[in-house]
């Protein structure tokens, strides 16, 4: 049943329009994720349908009286006095006690006894689970959640992701986790130059299906190409021929009056087929190259590049006995670990653990209160924070690359138009770009400055699917030290190879991928335990490469046929068989 209904929904900014012609339908109980690259609109979409803005044009119907709409806002969008009003109202609609359960659960506790000034150093976790608890609370019909895993710790995801799936109403995901879109949404639709396309499936079969339609749009439009050719040299030879009759009809030669005029009129007529034949001709190319199938259009390519490193020296960083504590609080203690050149690590633990604090002790802005923190003096740190506040709004993207040296400058003009940002967007506003673009933004400039270490702090948040793909493929080919705070598990699952995990008060290393680690947790610790999930994850990565293989096989052949035709269907059957194999043996 359709509970709401948007149809043509349009919406400008001056002379750039973000939604053009927008229709879709929330029916109850739908799980709907809504993606697309940054500054597509979506953000914009979601503001309309909550009532934060008006469209230009269209209309949006709702189909159920009374119809609540909860809108989950990006986390930086929050302030200290927000949540204080929220847990106002709470306590006002004697909500307490459900409040304090949810946030109990998705990992903040005592909340109740929170001071006022608890409120101004908020984590950007911690805003987005206290929304998230009173946007709950409130039981709406539709919920819209605009990228509600960014800074979420793995508890507040998992949290997220059975709530979702027990909630009585729809939900409107806006995000770019890829495992969680694979976990949560059984629709994607995608906004693209202002237009909506629906995907019926979740994340992994969105991608799949985008990249099935693309190579079989190429291949029609590729064999198009030809037939085009051609018909364009069989235009060229009647053209050829038909110039020669005319040549023909119109001689005189010494033959008797009635033969000439004889074979004057056979060459007329000859020379009137052949016209008649090349205007046909024409027109035909006009439909093909109107009417015809159009070029697919490919993904946006962002090419990120952060050189080589350094191999000066094998120890860059080493703590012994390390520990910090804020009043009698102890964030962590007794911890030893140290950093290798080229290791690649992922920093792990729960919202407010004590992550960042250790970050800032690594670049020197903290200091600790017991034990050793000894970094290399060759260890050239460059740092991505999670905050794109820090970037000055009012400044244009020129402003802030201004002071560059004059070859830096040159570097960087071509950097930032690999990627995504051309002459006219680097001169607008940053206050004018979406949060994707800042993210971006950040990372060309942390590019441009000499690195042998990356400390990369949530470096996925705000990014669009394919910009984070291609910052992981560049990060894989990167040979300095990475310490990765993420959230993102197939980030953490490609690039890392070991793991700094906060438990219980201390912080220790563990070697490995971030899977194999979850495996050891899920099974306890106990050996035999482990023994056997890993032989049943051997299994199924066994199957899942058998899978892969013949999908890979499948999609060759689709160009090989024409759409419609029993080949093509047969091939299409067995590819929705084998998508639907893949997508149990992932759960």
Request: charged share 30%; hydrophobic share 35%.
């Amino acid at each position: 049943m359709t509970i709401l209904r948007v149809h043509n929904l349009c919406k400008r900014f001056g002379e750039r329009t973000i939604l053009s012609d927008v229709s879709l339908e929330i029916g109850a109980r739908d799980r709907i994720g809504l993606v697309g690259v940054n500054g597509a609109g979506k953000t914009t979409l979601a503001n309309i349908l909550f009532g934060n803005i008006q469209s230009d044009e269209g209309s949006i119907m709702q189909m159920k009286q009374n119809l609540k709409i909860g809108y989950l806002l990006q986390s930086c969008s929050y302030t200290a006095n927000s949540f204080q009003s929220m847990l106002l109202d709470c306590y006002k609609a004697e909500q307490e006690d459900e409040f304090l359960e949810v946030t109990s659960s998705i990992g903040l506790n005592k909340v109740k006894e929170w001071q006022e000034d608890r409120f101004d150093c908020l984590s950007g976790g911690e805003r987005t689970k206290l929304a998230l608890a009173n946007i709950w609370i409130s039981q709406p019909d539709i919920l819209i959640l605009d990228e509600p895993t960014n800074h979420l710790d793995f508890q507040g995801v998992e949290w997220l992701t059975k709530e979702m799936e027990d909630f009585s109403g729809s939900i409107l995901v806006i995000s770019h986790d890829r495992y969680f879109l694979d976990k949560t949404v059984n629709k994607i639709i995608e906004l693209d130059d202002g237009k909506l396309k629906l995907y019926a499936g979740n994340y992994t079969f969105y991608r799949e299906e985008k990249e099935r339609q693309y190579e079989s749009q190429l291949h029609l439009y590729q064999t198009q190409k030809k037939q085009i050719g051609k018909v364009q040299a069989e235009i060229a030879q009647l053209k050829t021929w038909t110039a020669a009759g005319h040549r023909m009809a119109g001689k005189q030669g010494t033959l008797s009056e009635n033969r000439q005029i004889g074979l004057r009129e056979h060459e007329r007529a000859k020379v009137k087929k052949l016209d008649k034949q090349v205007k046909n001709k024409i027109n035909r190319l006009e439909r093909m190259e109107t009417e015809g199938i159009e070029k697919p259009k490919q993904d946006q390519k962002v090419s990120f590049d952060f050189g080589s490193a350094s191999k000066r020296g094998k120890r860059l960083v080493e703590a012994t006995g390390l520990g910090k504590k804020y009043g009698e609080h102890w964030l962590f203690r007794n911890t030893e670990f140290t950093i290798q050149r080229g290791n690649r690590i992922g920093l792990i633990g729960p919202n407010g653990c004590g992550k960042t604090t250790l970050i800032r002790m690594l670049l020197d802005q903290e200091l600790w209160t017991e034990g050793a923190l000894w970094i290399s003096p060759t260890a050239e740190i460059v740092y991505l924070s999670q905050d794109v506040s820090d970037l000055t709004e009012d400044s244009t993207g020129l402003d802030l690359i201004s002071h560059f040296r004059a070859d830096i400058k040159s570097k960087a003009r071509i950097l930032m138009n690999n990627m995504g940002f051309d002459e006219a967007k680097l001169s607008r506003k940053i206050e004018k770009w979406s949060l994707g673009e800042r993210t971006r933004f950040k990372i060309g400039r942390m590019i441009l400055m000499e690195h042998n270490f990356l400390i990369l702090d949530e470096p996925t948040n705000h990014l669009d699917l394919q910009s984070r793909e291609q910052l992981e493929n560049t990060l894989a080919d990167y040979n300095g030290t990475m310490l990765i705070v993420s959230h993102d598990r197939y980030m953490l699952e490609k690039l890392c190879d070991q793991l700094l995990v906060f438990e219980n008060g201390m912080v220790k290393k563990v070697l490995g991928t971030f899977s194999e680690y979850m495996n050891r947790r899920l099974s306890g610790g106990n050996g035999a335990g482990e023994k056997d999930l890993s032989k049943k994850s051997r299994a199924e990565e066994e199957q899942l490469l058998v899978i892969e293989t013949r999908l890979t096989y499948v999609l060759g052949e689709f160009n090989k046929h024409a759409i419609g035709s029993p080949a093509y269907n047969e091939l299409d059957n067995e590819f929705k068989k084998l998508i639907h194999q893949k997508r149990e043996l992932l759960k």
